[in-house]
Every structure is written in C-alpha cells, then in structure tokens.
C-alpha cells in the first residue's frame, strides 16, 4: 500500500517547527517522506492521494504507564476475584478504547496473569484490533508489598532476580518493581520505602542481561533514590523528587515518567460502585497530586529526561479515557509547552520504550503510525481529542471515532 496525505499540517514529534502545508509519503507500512508539500519527491507525486486539508497530523501517541486488563472503574482487589475470561474480553474492548484515541502503543506495567502478553499475541497476529505493545507480565513486590494481589511477591536478591527471569521468560519487555507504597493498596503507606536496593539490582541485572529494561513504582523520596541507585531505566510516578534524586536522574540518564491524570480523577465520571473508594482516595490523591506538579516542575528545571503515562486502570478513577490526552492537558497545566507536551507523549514515550528507531516521530524509515486531528493541538492541547483518523503501520485502523 501506498499513499500521501496532503494539504495538512504537520508535527513531526521531533520538536520541529510544524510544516503548515505539508506531505506524507507513506509505502509499505513506513515513512517513505514527510515535509513541505512543495518539496514533494518526484516519485511521490504520481500515487494515491488521501486530502488532510485543514487538519493536522501528529505521531501516534504513546503511554508509557497504564495497565490494559484493569477497567478503572472497579478497584484491582475486586477485579482479580473475577473469572480469567471475563478479563480477557474486557481487555480486548479496552485495547480498542484506547486505540481510538489516538494511541497507538502502549507499555503494560501490571496486569493479570499473562494476560496483557497473550492480548499482545492477538493484536500482533491481527485477531483483535490494538495498540502496539510492551508489557512487563507480573510486577514484583516484596511479600505483601504494594500490589501484592497481582504480583511475584519476592524476598531477597536470590528471589529477585528468578522472578525477574520469571517474567522474561513470559515474554516481558520491562521488569516492573515496587519500591514504594501505593494507593491502590489499602492501608499502605505512599512513602514508604518497600523493595530495598540490593533486592532491585539483582532484578535490575537480571533485566539488562537480557537486554530489557527496569522500571519503578516510585512515591517516597526515599524509595526513588534506592530505585535509582539499583539501576533502573525509569521511575514511574516519581511524586516527591527531591534536588538530590534528580541531580542523580540526570547523572545516570534515568527516565522520569509521571502519571498526573490518575492523581485527578473526573469527579463528574465516578460510577457509584467507587464512592467509597473514592472517598478513601481523595485525600491521598490530593496530595499526590502537589507533589507530583512540584516534581514535574523540578524535572524539567534539572534537564531530567521526561516520558509520560496515563496509569490508566491503575484504581477505580482512573478508566480508560483519553488517557494520554489528558496527561498532556495536565502537563500543559503544569507549565509544559504543548509542542513539549506532544514530544513528550510521542518522541519521549518511544525511548522510554526503547521503540524509537521504529516509532515515536515522523521521519523516514519509521513504521507509519499516525492520527489526523480535526484542530490543531499547539492552539489548545485539547485537541488532540479531535480524533479524525488513526493509522497505525500505514492502515486506517479509526475513522471518525469507529475502530475498523
């Protein structure tokens, strides 16, 4: 298949001034060119043309944090007591949910038995439609640590790094840790520190042997600092960044990768079922929720490098709606330029999951994954929830809203 779209503007995810008339020359699934209309190669100019005019394109969104088999309108704690099956399906709608809206991939960080990994099988073999997929198959906690209720409950280095190769051997891309407390676990203090780092390294380790990565649910200070120290590639949450942790983020080239939306449910789509949850969140996303625009504002400061997630499905408040849509509504709250926000939901997701040779920008060689919004997002960063179309290695896969 071979096409150009024409008469668009273009946000190439580079960080690149937009090209307001601009051609994308599309050939087998990838980038053959993308600039100037007027710059045309000759032998792009003779195929078949699709009109963009008065639209813009963006690369495919990218969420770097959010969990695909947890709907986000039940709590995890209640979801796991329901049959594998039920699971399955509903994951299946999710992925179609989040693929319209721009999403193109994804990275998994905490699913339920496989079955992220077995969803990815489908939607790579064309069974079901989808969002490209990382995963990182069970996270791994500490014995009753956060999370504990869909993990690899691990003690020790020893232990540490056999279910790390655990989840390799699954088919993980990412080996996800919990070095703090969280939310989602009743009871569980935010900041306090769980995982030590001796325990995370051996995992960590083991994870770089095998030429994946490492990624840590982080909140307390004190938890970032021992997730940085054992070698992670990314902090996930990363709520109390302090001088210290980012000076040494920066250092070792550690991502940050903030997830705002799930700190500020829509309190106008809570279904009654997560009231109570609801009213035991609250408070305690309140104070994520200064702490983490604190943390945003200090990364950025520091130069440390910053992807993005929605944390989608992550509690009860947190569904699968315009996920990355809102996390770079809520950067743009923070301070963010909305062509920062767009690198970073793009360009910066992409290495975060070390894609970025094949997804993320807009350039030649790259797989053709891109949406056409109706509006252009650097006037309102609202807009790109002005989906027209999506693309994903070059075929349409939403058309005006409706997943083909």
Known sequence: MEYVVTGARLIDGTGAAAITDAALHVRDGKIAWAGAASALPDDAKGVQKIDAA?????????DAHLHI???????VLELVKRERDL?????????KRILATGTTTVRDVGGHNYVEMHLRQAINAGHVPGPRMRVSGKVLCMTGGHGY????????????????REQIKMGADTIKMMATGGAATPGQDVMASQLTVEEMKAAVDAAHAMGRTAAAHCHGT???????LAGMDSIE????????????MVERG????????????????IPDNAQSELKRLQPILANVNVAMRKSVELARRKGVFIGSGSDAGGNPLSPHKYNMA???EFLVEFGVPEMEALVIATRNNAKVLRWDKELGTLEAGKFADFVILDANPLENISNVRKVSSVYKGGQKVVDQGIVL
């Open 326 to 328: 809102r996390e770079m």
């Open 69 to 75: 088999c947890w709907n986000g309108r039940e709590s």
């Open 222 to 228: 004190g938890g970032i600092k021992n997730s940085i």
């Open 254 to 269: 550690t991502a940050f990768v903030p997830t705002i939306g799930v700190a500020n449910p829509d309190l106008n789509d």
């Open 237 to 248: 949450h990363g709520t109390f960044l302090d001088e210290e942790t980012a000076d040494m």
């Open 149 to 164: 209720f869909i993990a690899r409950e691990a003690d020790g280095p020893d232990e540490m790094r056999k279910a790390a």
């Open 54 to 62: 008065g639209k813009t394109i963006i690369p495919g969104l990218i």
């Open 87 to 95: 699971i399955v399906l509903e994951s299946v709608n999710i992925a």
